[in-house]
């Protein structure tokens, strides 16, 4: 399955007094930039020092998380998206939001570890499966009389305790090994 859309981290940076204060002030920029977004920069004018001084996203798009964070924490998380390839950062995102992930010594996700688990896009974990016996060769010197007696909907039942399947978003799935 491939298909085309942009993938692109994005945060809605606000100024947090303005928002305690009850006026909504600030702007969505790339989340890759977003530790280098200034008060200044927010408002479009200089602010007095002292005031207005500390910003938070409190919406994003295509970035794994669920709740608002810290322009730096946006940042650090949109640079790690950018260490695999646009294809798979759907697929990183939802490894992430599994919560059957792996984070490297920074708290981010583990790249490498993401690499050896993500088994692809699927249709199905059941399509997925039937492939895994086909390039396996469980079935391989199976007699066809025999062979037509194997319980697929059991063995697939059993075999997905060893993966994170994440729906895609697109009637598909997202397969993980649990290593």
Do not use: K
Not at 12 to 32: F, K, P, R, S
Not at 115 to 124: A, F, N, P, T
């Amino acid at each position: 399955m491939t298909r085309s859309f942009d993938t692109t981290p994005r945060v809605w940076i606000g100024c947090l007094q303005c928002y305690n204060e009850g006026n909504l002030v600030g702007d969505w920029h790339n989340a890759t930039d977003a530790d280098e977004i200034t008060t200044s920069q927010l408002h479009g004018r200089a602010i007095d020092p002292g005031t207005h001084e500390e910003l938070w996203c409190l919406d994003h798009e295509n970035l794994p998380i669920t709740a608002e964070c810290s322009p730096r924490d946006a940042a650090e998380l949109a640079r790690t998206l950018e260490d695999v390839p646009e294809r798979e950062r759907p697929a990183l995102n939802a490894w992430v939001l599994s919560g059957d992930y792996i984070e490297d010594g920074d708290g981010l996700p583990s790249i490498s570890d993401f690499e050896e688990r993500y088994c692809g896009e699927w249709s199905s974990f059941r399509e997925y499966a039937e492939q895994l016996v086909e390039d396996s060769g469980l079935l391989a010197d199976v007699p066809e009389e025999v062979a037509r007696y194997f319980d697929w909907e059991a063995w697939t039942r059993d075999l997905i305790y060893d993966y994170a399947v994440m729906d895609d978003g697109s009637h598909g799935a997202y397969v993980f090994r649990s290593l």
